[in-house]
Every structure is written in structure tokens, then in C-alpha cells.
């Protein structure tokens, strides 16, 4: 080796060691855990992730088993550790469960985070689409139009498992929201384990259990059309129990335009994923920390703006969104 190739080569090396450890646009790898690959809501997500991706010239995809299991989701947190990828996105279908396997790829060197749902520890902030109180109480309020002016009578919850952080304190609202009405009763709450046909059998039992029922909220996806076609098979559909609940237009809409679902909601998924892949990217390349009072800039894109950690170590992406008649084909997805 000549003595200038020898002089260039330790340049280099001096330059290199000299240099901070940043991970490249072209190397940032976002490997999202989402509860089951079978929710077309989390294809929304992860749509909304890969904008962010071809904005960035980085990498993004889905992980998850068939159908919600939280040991499913440690085992893929743990192999995407020993992968090495560069920040991990969880939405855990535990909250609890989760969160060893999330502290052992932090070790590993990967950024981990939330989204649509947390966990109790072991992630830097979690990205929500919206206050979890809102979420709630904007089911109860749909529901309660529903009911009309003086609503009364039994009603009931149809949730996706009883773990889901997410979920249970959307019901927390729906019920502190309900109990401002007087003649209001909430009198169970059953769950589909986001598989449509155990949500179909819950709530067909539902209905056996409590034949009075005048109104369920159904915050599950894909679980709200399941409760719709459930009622509609045991003639309770069109109005005659009244449905609100949260999920993807694509299929849910059509329960919605036969008047057996009288209010249905969600939030722009795509955005939820599209801001988590720059949240995590952001904390990646140091320009967050985690700590509440963080901001990031997306300065151009798709959703431009400036999105900030709270005090509860939550980034809020948007509001609840009912979907109407009017204006449902607006939403792809």
C-alpha cells in the first residue's frame, strides 16, 4: 500500500470517529407492531407511514400476528431488536405485556414509541390521534342523539379485548358522558378480540342477555360492523337498536347507510401514521429527546406542521371525525 493511500485511508477513519453516530434518511427503518394484520385499519396507518417514507427516501412496514395476541407482539418486538431496526412503533394489544420486550430493543439501540394505543412504560412518547376523552365522549354523543331528546334505557358496550388500553378509557368517557343522563343504564360490556365473528356471537348474546337493550357503543374495529350485521340478523338492526361505535368507512358505511348504525367516527388513521413515522425519525436523528415540551417540524409534505409532546408524553395528531352520508367517499380508506 503506498504511503499517500495509507495517509487518505487514516484521514478517513480520524473524520469518521471524529463525526456524531446519525442514522441516514436512507437507513431509517420504521418497523410498526400494530395489534393484526387482518384490521384494515392499520393498512390506513401504515399508508399514511409510507408518504412519510417516500418524503424521507426511508423505510416502513407492518408487523403483527393474524389475530390480537400479546405474546405475538413481544416475539416480533424482540425479533425486529435483533434485527437491529431503527425505531420501532408499537401498538400494543397489552399494555403491560408489551413492555419488557419494548425495554430490551431500547437497550439494543432502537427508538421505540407508541401509537394508537399505550403502553404503561418502556417507549418515549406515544403519538395519539386524539385525546382518549374525546374519543369517548363523541360515541356517547352520537349515541345519545341517536336516542332522541330524552333518552332512556339500557345500554351496553362491545369492545375489541379487555386489555386495550386504548379502548378502556374511550369506554371510561363514553360512560362518565352517559351518566349525565339520568335514564340511562350501562349494563355490560362484552368483547370481539378484533375478530368479527367472536364480535357477531358477543353481540348476538348481548342481545339475548338484555332484551330491553336500547343502544350499544361498539369502539372496535373491525368489530362495529360485525355488531350491525349481528343485529340486523337478529332483527334489531335499522334503528331498532341504536349503534355508534368507531371504524374505517370501507366496511362500515354500508351499516351506515341502511340506518342500522346512527353515528360512526374515527380520525384520519393515515396522518396517525404518517406523524408517527416523523415523530420517530425526528427522535432518531436528536432532534427530540422524549421529554414533554419537544417539538418536530414537518415543514412541507403531506401534513405540514409543527407537533409537539405534552406533558402527558403524548403528540395529538387531530379530532374525532364523524362519518356521514355526505361525506364518507371522501375518506380512502
Not at 179 to 195: A, E, F, M
Not at 214 to 238: M, Q, W, Y
Request: net charge neutral; with cysteine; hydrophobic share 40%.
Amino acid at each position: 500500500m503506498s504511503r499517500n493511500l495509507r495517509h487518505v485511508l487514516l484521514a478517513g477513519a480520524l473524520i469518521a470517529f471524529a463525526l456524531p453516530s446519525v442514522v441516514l434518511a436512507d437507513d431509517f427503518k420504521l418497523g410498526m407492531v400494530i395489534k393484526s394484520t387482518t384490521n384494515p385499519y392499520y393498512n390506513a396507518t401504515l399508508a399514511g407511514a409510507k408518504i412519510a417514507a417516500q418524503e424521507t427516501g426511508g423505510e416502513v412496514d407492518n408487523y403483527g400476528p393474524t389475530e390480537s395476541s400479546a405474546k405475538a407482539q413481544v416475539d416480533i418486538i424482540n425479533s425486529l431488536a435483533d434485527r437491529r431496526v431503527t425505531a420501532i412503533a408499537v401498538a400494543p394489544s397489552d399494555p403491560d405485556a408489551v413492555v419488557p420486550a419494548m425495554q430490551r430493543a431500547a437497550k439494543l439501540g432502537a427508538k421505540v414509541v407508541t401509537f394508537d394505543a399505550d403502553a404503561s412504560g418502556g417507549r418515549s412518547f406515544f403519538v395519539n390521534q386524539a385525546t382518549s376523552d374525546s374519543i369517548g365522549r363523541f360515541g356517547a354523543q352520537l349515541l345519545i342523539r341517536e336516542l332522541g331528546p330524552d333518552p332512556k334505557g339500557e345500554v351496553a358496550v362491545v369492545s375489541a379485548q379487555p386489555t386495550a388500553a386504548n379502548q378502556n378509557l374511550w369506554i371510561e368517557a363514553f360512560k362518565d358522558e352517559v351518566s349525565k343522563y339520568p335514564g340511562l343504564k350501562v349494563v355490560d360490556t362484552v368483547y370481539g378480540y378484533d375478530n368479527e365473528q367472536k364480535a357477531f356471537d358477543a353481540t348476538v348474546a348481548l342481545t339475548t342477555k338484555h332484551p330491553n337493550l336500547a343502544g350499544i357503543f361498539a369502539p372496535t374495529c373491525p368489530g362495529l360492523p360485525a355488531v350491525a350485521r349481528a343485529l340486523e340478523s337478529v332483527d334489531k338492526g335499522h334503528g331498532k337498536i341504536k349503534l355508534s361505535g368507531n371504524c374505517v368507512p370501507s366496511i362500515t358505511s354500508k351499516y351506515m347507510l341502511d340506518g342500522t348504525i346512527g353515528g360512526f367516527y374515527l380520525w384520519d388513521p393515515s396522518k396517525l401514521g404518517y406523524v408517527t413515522y416523523y415523530a420517530a425519525k425526528a427522535l432518531v436523528d436528536g432532534k427530540i429527546t422524549g421529554k414533554p415540551g419537544d417539538s418536530f417540524v414537518i415543514d412541507k409534505g403531506k401534513w405540514p406542521g409543527t407537533y409537539t409532546i405534552g406533558q402527558d408524553g403524548q403528540i395529538i395528531t387531530g379530532k374525532p371525525v364523524e362519518f356521514t352520508k355526505d361525506n364518507y367517499k371522501d375518506f380512502n380508506f
